[in-house]
């Protein structure tokens, strides 16, 4: 497969950590110093399936496509605004779009799940062009009492349309169970035979340093299979993006590979964590300032909850788009890029 399109929707509602200040024992200088977030957009008005139909019907024109050229529809996203329908079967008729829709659940790393499945359903023949989205709405499921979990979410949506081509050259997934360090429990309902479990409890439950270890382990040491599978050096990889989930992550990942800080583009600063949205919302940034040439190397890896991990390696094959969207704050890390090529 290739990447022929991509879109993205963000909230317009932003909520910067002063505003924490307000509603928690929190500071500014604490979220900014741990983490590198200054604000993350939340949703208000419109409704998840709304950003992910904004940003799906970006990347499809963006691609050159209709609705009626998308073979499947797949929505990387941990809860949509119904548990069901999917949000992939809520958008599909406003796309104009009457092929099979799922959405598809593997919390932060979900994006590079979903990207591996288009592949699948490209190489073997089952659909032409695949339309990826990563659609998250975390800040409805964190705790908002809960002052190390909350400030790290933000909410949004990116989309990719994937079609025939030789652009993707390595992925690796990976899962290991353990529901204990990161973890949201389903509503018990009011069945009157079911008894509810003793530890229900609701919101987001994470034990914060145990996921930071398995983040930098797990992310380093997938980008060198991914990497390595694809016949390729570190050195030669243009890009790395990363999953945005702590500032201090992609350092550590960083110093661990030895990557120069200008190949790791941020934006976490003003998203937050936004889930299986983070990869694809950085992508569009990076592609609207002009800065992926056709030819670079990306790798990706993401990481999350269940716990997976996803990685890949990615040849860009798509001119840059004809208005270009300054974005300077993008290498935080750093001063200046430093692609290879
Ligand atoms: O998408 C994947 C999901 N998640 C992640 O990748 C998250 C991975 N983990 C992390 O990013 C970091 O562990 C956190 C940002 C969650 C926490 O940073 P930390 O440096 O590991 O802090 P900590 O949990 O060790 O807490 C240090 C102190 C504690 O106070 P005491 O016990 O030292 O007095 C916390 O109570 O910071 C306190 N603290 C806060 N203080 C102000 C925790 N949250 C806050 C807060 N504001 N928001």
Not at 243 to 259: G, K, M, T, W
Not at 286 to 308: C, D, N, P, R, W
Not at 315 to 332: G, N, V
């Amino acid at each position: 497969m290739k990447i022929l399109g991509i879109g993205r929707a963000l909230p317009e509602q932003v909520i910067a950590n002063g505003q924490l200040e307000a509603i928690l024992d929190t500071l500014n200088e604490w979220i900014q110093s741990r983490t590198g977030i200054r604000e993350r957009r939340v949703l208000k008005t419109h409704s998840l399936t709304d950003l992910a139909l904004s940003a799906a019907k970006e990347a499809i024109s963006d691609a050159g496509l209709t609705g009626e050229d998308i073979g499947l529809i797949l929505v990387a996203t941990t809860l949509g605004d119904y548990l069901f329908p999917s949000i992939a079967s809520l958008i599909q008729a406003d796309l104009g779009a009457s092929c099979p829709a799922m959405d598809l659940h593997a919390a932060c790393a979900g994006f590079i799940y979903a990207l591996d499945t288009a592949d699948a359903y490209i190489r073997s023949g089952k659909a032409q062009n695949v339309l990826i989205v990563g659609a998250e709405a975390i800040t409805r499921l964190a705790d908002w009492e809960d002052r190390s979990t909350c400030v790290l979410f933000g909410d949004g949506a990116g989309a990719m349309v994937a079609g025939p081509g030789d652009g993707l050259l390595s992925t690796h997934l990976t899962a290991q169970t353990n529901s204990d360090v990161l973890y949201s429990m389903a509503p018990p309902g009011n069945c009157p035979f079911t008894q509810a479990p003793q530890n229900a409890s609701g919101g987001l439950k994470m034990k914060g340093q145990d996921v930071y270890r398995y983040a930098v382990t797990r992310s380093a040491e997938d980008l060198e299979i991914v990497v390595n599978e694809a016949g390729l050096e570190i050195s030669q990889i243009d890009w790395f993006l990363l999953h945005q989930a702590n500032r201090r992550i992609l350092d550590a990942v960083r110093a661990r590979l030895s990557l120069p800080a200008g190949k790791l583009p941020s934006n976490i600063h003003r998203t937050g964590n936004t889930s299986a949205a983070s990869i694809p919302l950085l992508m569009h940034e990076l592609y609207h300032a002009g800065l992926l040439k056709e030819g670079q190397l990306i790798a990706m890896s993401a990481f999350g909850a269940g716990l997976t991990s996803g990685a890949c390696v990615l040849r860009w094959d798509k001119a840059p788009p004809e208005t270009l969207t300054l974005a300077d704050d993008l290498f935080p890390l750093s001063q200046q890029p430093t692609p290879t090529t």
